[in-house]
């Protein structure tokens, strides 16, 4: 990674419909986090209309892209993420200031998108592999069950990590034969729509689309009869309306919602340097804004001081601050009133009598204002404290003691969330035990995060976390339909009627 100054000229983006740019008289002000009041740049903002022209244009394109055999779309998808890295520094500094992430996690976001990306394309020679049901006593048929795309489909992303995340769908959605309409996050739609037209111009017009605006004008891309699918990674409550307002039309929907992960330390678990650092980035990167961050750390008893002082160790060591400047390990919130909400549940644990630790030191200068938060951890909180029970989606974490295994894993699955979940033991077979009694849909062993996702498996949440599932076969099978077509076997049902 090359440095890359911050920008200082405000950044444009328009739409991206049918193949051509489009502007419009209406913009989204894209505000900087860690500055107040400053403005990093502003983003076109659809009208219905212009809506209603993407679906269209979505739809005229995928005759002839479903027409093609899956290698063929496989290797126009490789050309035209080609030279994807070239802008990847201005890209990160650009969502760095959008987002207010630190610059290296905003590289690594645009880089997880081109290798989500490449892992697809190989899955190429499985996407249209059926298979065939031979006749058999009593069923004089032979049946060929094979796959088809479902037609327009939208992906709908957050602000964390929308590259990122977009690359989880996108190109197994369009691998299946599906054309797709991409909408960004109205806070941090910059990079992003950036990264997706400069591909999109190299596939046929109408394949890829991306609309920029303000969800009032938005509900034609779920509520269009064209449209064949949703995919919506966000919180709960908007994975609810989106599913709402799919139902609408029958449309089927992905949501990848959000969690409350666990964390489970067993008596043996391995708490060295190596591990401890996997523990902080698990809990603190992206200052807490991560759905599948440990949301909940549970500790044998025995353990308890020596993970909080493993943790406290590293907290000293953070550097708040402005996400591009040199040494900065942690950026500011996002929005406002996830600030607000953080410090409201933060205090709720003060007052409730709990021992928070808070570490670090805010910025001040154009920074102070801006949303920063210390750092800190909640030591042995009563089970119902919101910082227990609600995704705090913030740099704060609760450690809660527990004596025996079974109490562990019941304080662990007690909750609305089903998103991941972790065993840190010495004991292979504990962990695959412990684990494999966790309600959720991915495990880790002896980690934990984003960073340690195997790209290459099904990813998707169970309970109010979501359903559906995005990555590997799995996830390009959620964009086809199947369809079977059956033979009539002429000498096996005269054999059958005799």
């Known amino acids: 990674m090359t440095d890359t100054m911050a920008t200082t000229a405000e950044v444009r983006t328009g739409l991206y419909i049918g193949g051509e740019e489009r502007q419009t008289d209406a913009t989204l002000d894209v505000a900087d986090p860690g500055k107040p009041g400053r403005i990093v740049g502003r983003a076109a903002a659809a009208s219905a209309q212009d809506v209603d022209d993407a679906v269209a244009a979505a739809r005229g394109a995928f005759p002839a892209w479903s027409a093609l055999s899956a290698t063929e779309r496989a290797e126009q998808m490789r050309t035209a993420l080609e030279g994807i890295a070239e802008a990847r520094d201005d890209d990160a500094a650009i969502l760095s200031q959008e987002n207010g992430k630190i610059r290296f996690e905003s590289w690594i976001d645009s880089l997880v998108f081109e290798?989500?990306?490449?892992?697809?394309?190989?899955?190429?020679?499985?996407?249209?592999?059926?298979?065939?049901?031979?006749?058999?006593?009593?069923?004089?048929?032979?049946?060929?069950v094979s796959y088809q795309p479902l037609g327009v489909v939208t992906l709908i992303v957050p602000f964390n990590w929308p590259i990122a995340i977009l690359g989880a769908a996108l190109p197994h959605a369009l691998l299946a034969g599906n054309t797709a309409i991409v909408k960004p996050p109205p806070s941090t739609p910059l990079a992003l729509t950036r990264v997706v037209q400069r591909i999109a111009e190299k596939l046929p017009a109408g394949v890829l689309n991306v609309v920029t605006g303000k969800d009032?004008?938005?509900?034609?891309?779920?509520q269009n009869t064209e449209i064949a699918k949703v995919c919506?990674?966000?919180?709960?409550?908007?994975?609810?309306?989106?599913?709402?307002?799919?139902?609408?039309?029958?449309?089927?929907?992905?949501?990848?919602?959000?969690?409350?992960?666990?964390?489970?330390?067993?008596e043996d678990a391995i708490l060295d340097?190596?591990?401890?650092?996997?523990?902080?980035?698990?809990?603190?990167?992206?200052?807490?804004?991560?759905?599948?961050?440990?949301?909940?750390?549970?500790?044998?008893r025995s353990r308890m001081d020596e993970l909080v002082a493993g943790l406290s160790a590293r907290l000293d060591k953070a550097v708040i601050g402005y996400g591009l400047d040199e040494g900065v390990t942690m950026g500011p919130l996002h929005q406002g009133a996830q600030k607000a909400f953080v410090q409201d549940i933060i205090q709720e644990a003060k007052d409730a009598g709990a021992d928070v630790r808070e570490f670090g030191e805010l910025p001040g200068g154009e920074l102070e204002g801006g949303n920063f938060l210390r750092p800190a951890i909640v030591v042995d909180p009563d089970p119902s404290l919101r910082v227990v029970t609600q995704e705090q989606f913030g740099p704060v974490i609760p450690i809660l003691p527990f004596d025996t295994e079974d109490e562990a894993v019941a304080a662990a699955n007690d909750t609305w969330a089903g998103l991941c979940g972790s065993v840190w033991t010495a004991d292979v077979d504990a962990a695959n035990r412990v684990?494999?009694?966790?309600?959720?849909?991915?495990?880790?062993?002896?980690?934990?995060?984003?960073?340690?996702?195997?790209?290459?498996?099904?990813?998707?949440?169970?309970?109010?976390?979501?359903?559906?599932?995005?990555?590997?076969?799995?996830?390009?099978?959620?964009?086809?339909?199947?369809?079977?077509?059956?033979?009539?076997?002429?000498?096996?049902?005269?054999a059958q009627a005799h």
């Not at 609810?240 to 992905?254: D, G, P, Q, W, Y």
Request: charged letters at 20%.
């Open 115 to 144: 290798i989500r990306w490449n892992l697809a394309l190989m899955l190429a020679d499985e996407v249209d592999t059926g298979k065939v049901l031979g006749v058999v006593p009593g069923i004089p048929v032979e049946t060929t």
């Open 232 to 266: 919506f990674t966000g919180s709960v409550n908007g994975g609810k309306r989106i599913m709402e307002m799919a139902s609408k039309s029958l449309t089927r929907v992905t949501l990848e919602l959000g969690g409350n992960d666990a964390a489970i330390f067993l």
């Open 435 to 494: 684990g494999g009694k966790l309600q959720c849909g991915y495990v880790w062993v002896n980690d934990h995060g984003a960073t340690r996702l195997d790209l290459r498996a099904p990813f998707g949440g169970m309970k109010q976390s979501g359903f559906g599932r995005e990555q590997g076969i799995e996830g390009i099978r959620a964009f086809q339909d199947t369809r079977s077509i059956a033979h009539i076997d002429a000498e096996a049902l005269a």
């Open 216 to 222: 009032e004008n938005m509900s034609g891309l779920i």
């Open 273 to 300: 340097d190596a591990h401890l650092d996997r523990v902080y980035a698990a809990v603190f990167d992206t200052t807490g804004q991560i759905c599948m961050n440990a949301k909940r750390l549970y500790v044998h």
